[in-house]
């Protein structure tokens, strides 16, 4: 049985960095990127429960809002009209065909959960291809249409009603960040998002919220980071990724994870000094916070009280930010050599006197 198309919408505020500006040239490549989107990246498809699922989607005007942006920042415009253009929000539509029938092609929010984890599919892949280019932090989806949500705004209803109205949270600030990093190393590159795509689809295959494999609890780990603000936790996420992505065991950490990245990103004598140091600070820290020896900052971090936090703040994003280098390096090599998964062994080499 095929299921009329039902249609949510994705909204939110996609906005280009000009914080940094190095000539608009990453804003450029973004907004190229978004313009000429893959087909392959403009729908998804997901066999669920016996049904087959397929979320389409047009970008184009994702793409044509970045060069509108583009345009009227060069063009040095008043900035109340320039703040206009910049802090729009957009409605896209999202069609969702459903073929076949079971508990969960039944619910009604079950077509919004679908482009929920496309999203969060799209989001990996282009930051992946293009570090910083696909940023959801105020982007959302909705199934009710804009006159419904306008009538429950006022109704007894309206707090149950609008929870699905939640934005994703996903930030690329992690990712933009390092990838104007031009200089330092590991140094993050560009890669064709179709590239990227056909390795994602091979790793990721399903619409699954347990990790099967290596690389996607890597994946699922990097996404819980993209959703945090600073927190402790961020270096836990990323030890918990680097574990997963090379296979370490209980007890090995340190050491093993370390000689796995060198293997793996093959950096000089000077780049292998800094990768020990900086991985050594990041372990350190995540030690200190599992294991209670860290002063936590206190949750409604309000540094006008105690401008102390400011310090433990800086430290953990300064750790955080290498880390997701690292990890999105790893990413990358993967995609570079089209692995889906690597085996680690241990060697015996003989030490002369």
Not at 123 to 150: H, Y
Not at 223 to 240: A, I, K, M, N, Q
Not at 244 to 263: D, H, I, K, P
Request: charged share 25%; aromatic share 14%; proline share 4%.
């Amino acid at each position: 049985m095929t299921a009329r198309p039902k249609v949510c919408h994705v909204y939110g505020m996609f906005r280009l960095n000009f914080e940094d500006d190095d000539n608009l040239v990453h804003q450029r490549s973004i907004t190229e990127l978004w313009r000429s989107l893959p087909s392959s990246l403009s729908s998804r498809s997901f066999v669920h429960e016996g049904c087959d699922v397929v979320v389409s989607m047009d970008w184009s005007p994702v793409g044509n809002h970045f060069a509108k942006q583009l345009s009227s920042y060069t063009l040095e415009m008043p900035e109340e009209d320039w703040w206009k253009i910049y802090s729009a929000e957009l409605r896209l539509p999202a069609d969702v065909e459903i073929s076949g029938r079971s508990k969960f092609s039944e619910n009604k929010w079950g077509p919004e959960y679908f482009v929920e984890s496309y999203l969060y599919d799209l989001f990996v892949i282009l930051n992946l291809a293009l570090p910083g280019s696909a940023d959801f932090l105020n982007v959302g989806v909705e199934s009710a249409s804009r006159d419904q949500l306008e009538l429950i705004k006022f109704s007894q209803y309206a707090s149950a009603s609008l929870e699905h109205r939640e934005r994703l949270e996903l930030s690329a600030y992690y990712f933009e960040s390092e990838f104007r990093k031009r200089k330092h190393w590991p140094t993050l590159r560009a890669f064709d998002p179709q590239v990227v795509a056909t390795w994602y689809y091979r790793v990721r295959s399903g619409i699954s919220q347990v990790p099967d494999t290596p690389v996607e609890r890597a994946e699922f780990a990097l996404l819980h980071v993209c959703r945090s603000s600073g927190r402790p936790e961020d270096l836990v996420w990323l030890f918990y990724a680097f574990e997963s992505l090379f296979q370490t065991r209980v007890g090995e950490n340190y050491s093993a994870l370390l000689e796995r990245l060198l293997l793996l990103l093959k950096p000089d004598s000077e780049q292998e000094k800094q990768l020990r140091k900086r991985f050594r600070a990041m372990y350190d820290y995540r030690s200190s916070f599992v294991h209670g020896g860290l002063q936590v900052i206190h949750p409604m971090h309000n540094e006008q009280i105690d401008n102390r936090i400011d310090d433990q703040y800086s430290k953990i994003v300064e750790l955080s930010l290498y880390g997701t280098r690292l990890l999105l390096a790893s990413l990358q090599r993967y995609i570079e050599e089209n692995w889906s998964e690597v085996r680690y062994k241990t060697t015996i080499e003989p030490v002369n006197d």
